[in-house]
């Protein structure tokens, strides 16, 4: 499985602020990438929700100011899985996942 880390290439890319961006613009769509955060040379799950154009992390606490950078942690995303808003209790909001954060820089793989 790739990993995609959050270093200072990906920093500058700025991904979560570029999938806020597109996010933004599909509002039927809800987001949620995988991952993990590395602290104290030991892993924690992280999971993020991004709708509307806004990030939320289910798991640690998040930056809102967009002059900041949204994670203060060095952090690893996994998995990027992408579903139909509002989300109900059954499956049939899946619409579909992608280990690559750049296959959902591409607007057209959120239709």
Avoid at 2 to 30: V, Y
Avoid at 69 to 85: E, H, R, S
Avoid at 98 to 103: G, R
């Amino acid at each position: 499985m790739a990993e995609t880390l959050a270093s200072p290439k990906m920093a500058e890319m700025d991904l979560i602020n570029n999938l806020e961006k597109i996010s933004s613009g599909i509002p039927s769509r809800i987001l949620k990438l995988e991952g993990y955060i590395i602290k104290k040379n030991q892993k924690e799950q992280l999971e993020i929700i991004i709708f509307k154009g806004f990030s939320s992390s289910t798991t640690h606490p998040i930056e809102i100011d967009s002059e900041k950078k949204i994670i203060d942690f060095c952090y690893v995303l996994t998995n990027f899985k992408l579903y139909k808003a509002p989300l109900t209790k059954t499956k049939e909001n899946f619409i579909r996942e992608n280990q690559s954060s750049v296959f959902f820089l591409d607007k057209k793989n959120w239709i």
